[in-house]
């Protein structure tokens, strides 16, 4: 996804104090969240510690970690919100015209603004209520996790103020604030006619009003937490509290303590030199090959995707090691790119993906079944995209490269195998039950560190503080979308829409052939314009009951459901992954497009085979 790149960054003008102010404000939510990351790793690390080493397991490990990760999500949320870091739908905005693009801005933080102030009071309730609830474990009141989605808010609307006085002429700002206090009161006056609309007001709510926020620029997540709020307000008789009890359940979950971790690990193996080690032993295996390169490019995102839990981290970590080098072998640019855009769909299923821990989290489907289930899929996407290659480059002059001699690939191996080794000793340890996806991620940690101190040597300390605050704010970007999506979950699934989606799909002519292709098309489309994450929220606690009851696997929907999502992130023109893809490569969009859909045709092709044949899935499991 792309970021609301110009919506809430500082910018020095003429309120000294107040730059002062803000500065000091983000400094305090920056370190309390790095020192936030680092608690949660420590915390799980002597959970781990204590289960496997000493046989005694710390009861309230998970507890205190349940209990500081809805903190370090918010705070991370802030610091995103802050830093315009939040995922949006930028392509249609960012190509308006300078003055409109502006005009979008103010109404996007207008908007943001709306929805934290709409919360702020139903939270801070909801806090209030929980103080007399207290943890089984450490006995104390649950008050001390529920006040961090209050304080939360409370920042998000004190930065975007200040922020906006700043930077936003006061006129704009004040005439935005009265059409949103205007847009507010009408829609109070509508209610009784939104009311006698029935579940016609769905409609409304969560296709009208989401689709014309995210083609708008406005953060995802705002807009899914503005849609959630206004069904609850005007098209149900329920208090707002519940609302800001959704959002506390989407960010509470323990099986998404692992986000911030694979997060981290994913920025650490950047930081040690790790993901470079295992490119260069990959270019001297096939460097010598026609379209080698290429081939290299599909393997190393096979072998790092999913670690990072940023799929634009993944293509980052790749792409600066072997585009200088393709590029002066005379590959073009927008090839180039395309194929990164591609991989970046094959490999969704790669564990530990967090899109395999979110729809774990959210169906109950066994996360080691997925862990498992994902690598075939992956494969034969990759083995569609090498045809691909190969057909491409099949009249390429080697003359000028030479074969590296047994001796310098051994070298090359001996060097990447500590990186290479990682992501075997993550997925084995969960497969065979040794360690749960969180508790892995801290194993991940703690080798990444000893293997950059000790072996690379590639460990800078300065950058570990920017490390850890990068860690808290891509976390809580992702975790705040995926708090706001379990929100309008919640609003689908208590007006009946899902009674109703089950019985429509459920009647689909031709049974589990024909439901399987309607997902496929559904979710490309989902996964063009939502992003994974949240569209797994949204849609798998529905649909996966009915593929269930039509005889489909768990684990081999999923892979369906996670590929298609991958090619609609990645399919122009709303597919915002491809747009990353150019960015990473510094590439203009327009050059990468048509090679692009030769990988695309690929890739349906490889998504129809594992349709097809639930083997590829399932047959290892």
Same mark, same amino acid.
């Given at each position: 996804m792309t970021t609301s790149a110009n919506m809430s960054h500082p910018v020095a003008g003429s309120w000294p104090v107040l730059t002062r102010i803000e500065t000091g404000i983000v400094r305090v939510v920056e370190w309390a969240a790095a020192a936030?990351? *680092? !608690?949660?790793?420590?915390?799980?690390?002597a959970g781990v510690a204590a289960r496997y080493v000493w046989g005694e397991p710390l009861v309230w490990s998970d507890e205190l970690a349940s209990m500081l990760f809805l903190w370090l999500s918010m705070m991370g949320a802030v610091l995103a919100f802050h830093r315009g870091q939040h995922m949006r739908m930028g392509a249609i905005a960012d190509a308006m015209a300078p003055a409109t693009r502006a005009r979008l801005e103010v109404a996007a933080l207008v908007f943001c603004l709306a929805v934290c102030v709409l919360l702020l009071p139903k939270a801070t309730t909801y806090a209030l209520h929980e103080i007399p609830v207290v943890t089984p474990a450490m006995e104390i009141s649950v008050a001390w996790r529920s006040f961090g989605l209050p304080i939360g808010l409370g920042l998000m609307v004190l930065l975007g103020v200040m922020d906006a006085v700043r930077r936003i002429k006061l006129t704009d700002f004040v005439v935005g604030v009265l059409i949103a206090v205007c847009i507010i009161g009408l829609a109070l006056a509508a209610k009784p006619l939104i009311l006698a609309m029935g579940n016609w007001n769905l409609i409304? /709510?969560? !296709? *009208?009003?989401?689709? %014309?926020?995210?083609?708008?620029?406005?953060p995802i997540a705002f807009v899914f937490a503005l849609a959630a709020i206004s069904y609850v307000a005007l098209g149900t008789s329920r208090p707002?509290?519940?609302?800001?009890?959704?959002? #506390?359940?989407?960010?509470?979950?323990?099986?998404? %303590?692992?986000?911030?971790?694979?997060?981290?690990?994913?920025?650490?193996?950047e930081v040690t030199g790790m993901a470079r080690a295992m490119v260069n032993f990959l270019a001297s295996l096939l460097g010598h090959v026609r379209g080698g390169l290429c081939y290299v490019l599909v393997a190393a995102m096979y072998l790092v995707s999913g670690i990072s839990?940023?799929?634009? =981290? #993944?293509?980052?970590? !790749?792409?600066?090691?072997? /585009?200088?080098?393709?590029?002066?072998?005379?590959?073009?640019? +927008? #090839?180039?790119?395309?194929?990164? =855009?591609a991989t970046g769909a094959q490999t969704e299923t790669i564990p530990p993906s967090l899109v395999l821990i979110t729809i774990g989290s959210v169906t109950s489907v066994s996360i080691s079944a997925l862990f498992i289930g994902g690598l075939l899929p992956a494969l034969v996407c990759g083995l569609m995209l090498c045809v691909v290659v190969w057909w491409r480059y099949r009249?390429?002059?080697?003359?000028? /490269?030479?074969?590296?001699p047994r001796k310098e690939i051994f070298r090359a191996f001996l060097i990447s195998f500590p990186a290479l080794a990682l992501p075997f000793i993550i997925r084995t340890?969960?497969?065979?039950?040794?360690?749960?996806?969180?508790?892995?991620?801290?194993? +991940?940690?703690?080798?990444? !560190? %000893?293997?950059?101190?000790l072996i690379y040597r590639q460990f800078d300390l300065k950058r570990v503080g920017p490390m850890l605050i990068d860690t808290a704010v891509l976390s809580g970007a992702i975790l705040f979308i995926i708090a706001a999506a379990t929100a309008v979950a919640w609003c689908l699934t208590q007006s009946g829409f899902s009674r109703g989606l089950v019985e429509a799909m459920g009647? %689909?002519? +031709? +049974?589990?052939?024909?439901?399987?292709?309607?997902?496929?098309?559904? /979710?490309?489309i989902l996964g063009s314009v939502l992003e994974g994450i949240p569209a797994i929220v949204l849609f798998a606690p529905l649909v996966f009951p009915i593929a269930k009851g039509l005889?489909?696997? #768990?684990?081999?929907?999923?892979m369906v459901v996670i590929l298609a999502m991958g090619v609609g992130l990645f399919l122009p023109p709303f597919g915002v992954g491809y747009y990353a893809a150019c960015a990473i490569g510094r590439v203009n969009p327009a050059e990468g497009i048509k090679p692009l859909w030769g990988y695309m045709v690929a890739l349906v092709l490889g998504l129809g085979l594992v349709a097809m044949v639930p083997w590829i899935s399932i047959g290892f499991l």
């Open positions: 936030l990351v *680092v !608690v949660e790793v420590g915390v799980l690390s409304l /709510f969560f !296709v *009208v009003f989401i689709g %014309l926020g995210v083609l708008s620029g406005v707002l509290t519940v609302i800001a009890g959704r959002l #506390d359940e989407g960010m509470s979950h323990l099986l998404l %303590l692992a986000v911030p971790l694979f997060v981290l690990l994913g920025m650490l193996m839990g940023s799929k634009t =981290a #993944d293509m980052a970590a !790749v792409a600066p090691a072997l /585009f200088p080098e393709m590029k002066a072998r005379g590959s073009k640019p +927008g #090839d180039l790119v395309a194929l990164l =855009a009249n390429e002059d080697m003359s000028g /490269f030479r074969k590296a340890a969960v497969v065979e039950g040794v360690a749960t996806a969180t508790e892995v991620s801290t194993i +991940g940690i703690a080798y990444s !560190v %000893l293997v950059g101190l009647s %689909l002519p +031709g +049974g589990a052939p024909m439901f399987m292709f309607v997902s496929i098309i559904a /979710f490309i005889g489909i696997h #768990d684990v081999h929907y999923s």
